[in-house]
Every structure is written in structure tokens, then in C-alpha cells.
């Protein structure tokens, strides 16, 4: 999310937001999906159980699931409420750290909050539906008609999703009329896209064509940030740095995934483009799908062995 940081990223992690699954993603699907983050250059200092430091960053474990158990689709808002989609054999529910299960029913996922706490996420009757029967949720009451995915919420309340016909918003109605997925909102009420086509390219309601690439985030200051190729671009900045999976916050920081053929990193670059590398220094694997705040806090799941865990990176000083 812009202020509310966004992904998603169930059924097609690397193409999250070029392409909408065909079916509801079955509980153990990950292994293709995850970026293996690389071990950093500097070794983070251990604090205590589950908590360390980088260079200006406490990082603490929040979460470990239960064995068998998967996590992914983490947000967090501005307010340091963190919502996050967690799988098992039977069912997958939306949590929150603060409120615990908020979904019901069998398959829920896709989740996204703003500051004032509200949640959206896409839910489906079972396993076994398509995306014709998938309808998106606003505080667990449907919104969108069925055969819709990809939920986003800006601040002031409004939510876009995607379908097969186009982008849409349960206030404006059709934004874009044409395949596109991927949507992310800004509390100005602008919406990037990608548009589906023999190249990929990235959209806005405002501002029209951006440039070549997958997975855009927007801020209310209109800058978007999308991947090309294995790059970060931005709309106001141009190149910024070598990376996937960008989202951008208020102040122009971005985060992403940056990875090699062994291991990977989750980078925060700063407005200055200067460089924090959050992720610990061993090979786990961080999921696409890590969030972003104003208060510069970045949420973000990781894979060790086949434990899951959902962790937070503060600021040491504000």
C-alpha cells in the first residue's frame, strides 16, 4: 500500500499483479513463488530470541506459525496494525496481530488495511471455485460482484479491485474497461495498473501510460514504482536500483527484493538512495508481498526450513 502497503501474491508471486490465478491457490504453493534473500554484507546484531539490529533498524519476529501452517499477502498500516492470509490443509483466514482471525468461511486471501483499520480480502465458497464465484469483502460484507480479486483500500475507504473485464471501484464503478490486473490505490484516489498485452505496461486513472513493466505502487504524491526486468523504476526518479517487487511509502522510500543465484535481501532504499538491508544475515526465504509504512516500519514474511514467520523492522530512531 501507498500508506496502507500492498501485494499480493497467492497463485502467481512473480507475475502478482500480471496475471489473476485461475484457481484458489492450494495450501503448499510457495516453492516457485519465494525470493531467497541474500545473506548482507553486514552482520546483524542478535538483541534477544527472535529480535536483531541493523544499521538503524530493531528487527522482531511478531509471528511463528504452527507447523504445516503458511503465511503470506502481509500489509500493515500506519497505525502498526499488520493483517496477514494464513493457510492450512482446511481453510485459509485473514489475521490480524492486534485482532487475531477476522475472516470466516473456507478460502479467504488477498488481504489489504487502511489506517482506520478497515480490511478487504477476496474470499471463495471452497477449493474448488474458479474465479467466476470469487467475490472481494469490505469488514467480512461483500462489495464487488462475483468473479472479482486483487482488493486494494485507500484511506478513505474506497475499494478497487480487478476482474476479467477490467479495473473497478465499489464507489466510481468501471475505472479501466479493459483486461488489466494489479491494481493499487493512493488515498488521492489514483490507481496504477498493469494492462495485459504481448508487453507488459503500467498504468494510471491519471496519468495514463508509465512504462514497460509489473507490479506498480503509488503514493498520494503521485510517484509510482513498478519492476522491470530485475530493475526498480519510478515514475518521477527513473532508474533507482536493481530489484523486484517495489512498494513505496510517502516519503519516496522504497522497498523491495534483490537476489542472486544463491540468496537474496529485503533492501530499503531512502528517498536519498541510500541503501538498509532489513532481512538477517542467512539464507532464509522472504516472500513477495512485504509492506511498507509512513513511519518507515517494513512487515515481512520468511521461510526457514518449513517454518513461517512474519516479522517487523523498526526504526531505532524516528
Known sequence: ?????????????????????????????HANAAVAPQPTAEVP???????????G??????????????????????AGEIV????????????????GQISSGTRNWGVDINDSGQV??????????????????????PVSKLGSYTARINNLGEVVWDSTNGIWSHR??????????????????????RRSGAVP?????????????????????????????ADVVSSTRELLAPGRFPDINNHGDVLFSRRNEQCGSLILLNADLEETVLSPNRCLLILPGFALNDNREAAFITLEGERYSLLLARPTVR
Request: glycine fraction near 6%; charged fraction near 20%.
Open 120 to 141: 478487504v480480502w477476496q474470499q471463495a465458497p471452497s477449493s474448488a471455485c474458479t474465479p467466476k464465484c470469487w467475490t472481494i469483502l469490505l469488514d467480512g460484507e
Open 57 to 78: 533498524y530493531t528487527v522482531e519476529r511478531i509471528y511463528e506459525a504452527p507447523a504445516g501452517h503458511r503465511l503470506e499477502t502481509v500489509q500493515l498500516n500506519n
Open 201 to 229: 505496461t503500467i498504468h494510471s486513472t491519471v496519468r495514463g501510460e508509465l512504462g514497460r513493466g509489473d507490479h506498480a505502487a503509488v503514493n498520494d504524491l503521485g510517484e509510482a514504482v513498478w519492476m522491470r526486468d
Open 84 to 99: 496477514w492470509t494464513e493457510w492450512t490443509e482446511e481453510s485459509s483466514q485473514v489475521f490480524s496481530n492486534r485482532r
Open 45 to 55: 546484531v542478535p538483541k534477544a530470541e527472535g529480535v536483531y539490529e541493523v544499521e
Open 1 to 29: 500500500m501507498t500508506s496502507m502497503p500492498r501485494t499480493s501474491i497467492v497463485a502467481c508471486v512473480v507475475c502478482a499483479v500480471s496475471c489473476a490465478p485461475h484457481t484458489v491457490p492450494p495450501p503448499a504453493e
Open 172 to 193: 466510481r464503478g468501471a475505472l479501466v474497461p479493459e483486461p488489466s490486473a494489479g491494481p493499487e490505490i493512493s488515498n488521492e484516489g489514483e490507481v496504477v495498473y
